[in-house]
Structure formats: structure tokens, C-alpha cells
């Protein structure tokens, strides 16, 4: 069974950094792509940032630059480091995995943290 587990979100002003951790059990594939989206209130459910078992990555345009996911060698732990935060990065913050390759669409992913909260303040 597939659990997933974030850790991390707080509240930060502008331009400071924040991390966010994911605990992973039960993802036992030989390809997959764990993945970071976020949801503001009122907004649809956005992807942030993906990678996969080979440690390919691949990142939203909004966050290109500042925010970077990894994984540790276990694959038991995902991570997003963000940097240079903005108000515009207030949301509630995702992991998500599905079998296979990255995707961008949401509907796509089978299994989801409960997610964790990023406040940014001006």
C-alpha cells in the first residue's frame, strides 16, 4: 500500500526558503515519477515539480530556478526546496506518485499526501 506523507510547510516572508519533505512507503515500481503540485484557495491544483526513479526532473515555469526536488538514494524520502519565495507561492503543498512517467495533469496521479501548508507574507 502506497503512502505518502509531507512534512514541512510553515510561514515565511518574501524572498525567504522554505523545505518540504515526503515520506514514501509502499512504492515498490521499477518506473515511476513522484511529484510536487500545490493548490491556492479558489485555484485549480497546479504541478510544481516532478522526478523520477532515474532522477530526472522536470519543473513548472513559475518555479523554474527556485524551487528543487530530489530524492534521497532510498527513494523513501522526497524533498522541494524553495527558495526566493513569493506571496504568489501561498498554497497548500502536494506529493503525489503514479506508475510510469511524469505528467502534468493532477487526475493523472494515484496516490496523495494530505498535503501541507506554504504561507508567504509581503
Known amino acids: 500500500q502506497v503512502q505518502l506523507v509531507e512534512s514541512g510547510g510553515g510561514s515565511v516572508q518574501a524572498g525567504g526558503s522554505l523545505g518540504l519533505s515526503c515520506e514514501v512507503s509502499g512504492v515498490t515500481w521499477s518506473s515511476y515519477c513522484m511529484a510536487w503540485f500545490r493548490q491556492a484557495p479558489g485555484k485549480e491544483r497546479e504541478g510544481v515539480a516532478g522526478?523520477?526513479?532515474?532522477?530526472?526532473?522536470n519543473y513548472a515555469l513559475p518555479v523554474k530556478g527556485r524551487f528543487t526536488i530530489s530524492q534521497d538514494n532510498t527513494k523513501t524520502n522526497l524533498y522541494l526546496q524553495m527558495k526566493n519565495l513569493t506571496p504568489e507561492d501561498t498554497a497548500n503543498y502536494y506529493c503525489?506518485?503514479?506508475?510510469?512517467?511524469?505528467?502534468?495533469?493532477?487526475?493523472?496521479?494515484?496516490?496523495w499526501g494530505q498535503g501541507t501548508q506554504v504561507t508567504v507574507s509581503s
Open positions: 503525489a506518485a503514479r506508475l510510469d512517467y511524469c505528467r502534468e495533469d493532477p487526475t493523472a496521479y494515484n496516490y
Open positions: 522526478i523520477d526513479r532515474d532522477g530526472n526532473t
